[in-house]
Structure formats: C-alpha cells, structure tokens
C-alpha cells in the first residue's frame, strides 16, 4: 500500500488565489512527521514546511499552511496569495519513527502546480 | 556555505559501464541519503547511512553500492549500469537527533543517461 498519496496529478490556481493540494498517509506509527517540498524546474528540492503527529497547531510558514487533519489521516498544504513563482512541483513525505532514528523521508508521487496571470 | 554538492551534474553511460556518483556536505551532518527520481515521480530511497562507516539499503538498492568513508562523503556506485537505472539521482543529509524538523538538505542532482 501506498503510505503518501498525493491524488492532483496536475492544478492550475489563478495568480493571488489560495490552493490547496492534498496528501494522505499511511502509517501504525503513532510518531511520524510530515513535510512538504517544492521542485522548482531547475530540479532542487526545497524545503517549505513541516508538522509533527504530535504538534497540537496546524504549521505556518509565511504563505504556507498545513492542514493537519491526525484522524483522517491527510496533510494538505494550502498555498495563499499565489505567485508565478509558485509554479512548481510538490511533494509531500512523511517520515516513520522518532526524529532522533535515521529515519528516512517516503515520498509521495507528486503535484504540478500551475499559476496562470 | 556549499550545503550538499554532487559530482558529476550529468553523466552517459552505456550499459555495463561503471561510475560513481560523489556527495559531499560540509554541514557535520551525520545523516546521509541517495534518492533517485524518475519522470513523473517522486523521489525513492536507494540507500543511506547514519555515520561514517556504516550503510543501509533503502527502498530500491539493488544495482547499487554506497561507502561512506568519510563523514562529510557519500559515494554512490554503479557497478554494471542499466538504462532502467537512467535517473535523475539526489544526495541529501541532515543532522542528527535535532527536534523538530529534520529536514533534509538536497543536493542539485545528478543526471544519468544509460544508453
């Protein structure tokens, strides 16, 4: 079974508009982290935000939110205010285990984003 | 500040032939990982290592060989190459046991091409 899902292969968002792009997980683990990355065209992964299975908020970072719904077992990532530099690859991956373990990162399949001006 | 740089950024190979890929940080990091990409897809792990001298396989390891030798070095081996193993491969790492986000330093990448 797949433990990312990630079920947009491909969206398109008007400039400035919010969009979300959804992550489901699989996981018996009951420690586990979630993080979201981006892939620009030019290929480096970057970073863009994290929630642990034990944070009690949902994370923010700048334009970035997730929303962290434990019981359904999701993690989408809602992007506001959006740029054409947000056009992108996105990944979402969860990490298995305690954080201090050399746990490594499942990624999910992915989701291109695409802003329109 | 380098972070995590791979050698070579493009690579053709016939099949049968053999290279390595070099992953280098200058972070202290203890943590090391090799991912490949396939088009459309995400990242998959071949193998990592938790400190110098030790290795594990990760999710897809067969056709590959790693060392780390040295802390700041990650080597990745093909030893007979295959074009299924025609990639776009990733070197990451991160430190260890910090709390919170352990997230991962990427690479640039490395693009393989076997003919």
């Known amino acids: 079974a797949q433990k990312i899902t990630q079920t947009q292969p491909g969206m398109f968002v008007q400039e400035k508009e919010a969009v979300t792009l959804d992550c489901t997980y699989d996981t018996s683990d009951p420690s586990y982290g979630l993080f979201w990355y981006k892939q620009p065209s030019s290929g480096e992964m970057i970073f863009l935000i994290y929630q642990g299975s034990y944070d009690q908020q949902n994370a923010t970072e700048g334009r970035y939110s997730l929303n962290f719904q434990k019981a359904r077992k999701s993690a989408n990532l809602v992007i506001s205010a959006s740029q054409l530099g947000d056009s992108a690859m996105y990944f979402c991956a969860m990490r298995e285990g305690l954080d201090n373990a050399g746990n490594m990162l499942t990624f999910g399949g992915g989701t291109r984003l695409m802003v329109k001006p | 500040n380098a972070g995590v740089t791979q050698t070579p950024k493009f690579r053709v190979l016939k099949t049968g032939q053999s290279m390595t890929l070099l992953c280098a940080q200058d972070m202290n990091h203890e943590y090391m990982y090799w991912y490949r990409q396939d088009p459309g897809m995400g990242l998959r792990l071949i193998h990592y290592s938790v400190g110098e001298g030790t290795t594990a396989k990760g999710e897809v390891p067969d056709g590959y060989n790693v060392s780390r030798l040295k802390k700041q070095n990650f080597l990745l081996g093909l030893e007979s190459a295959a074009p299924s193993q025609t990639s776009v491969y990733f070197c990451?790492?991160?430190?260890?046991?910090?709390?919170?986000?352990?997230?991962?330093?990427f690479g640039a990448g490395s693009r393989l091409t076997v003919l």
């Open positions: 990451a790492s991160r430190p260890k046991g910090r709390p919170g986000a352990n997230v991962l330093t």
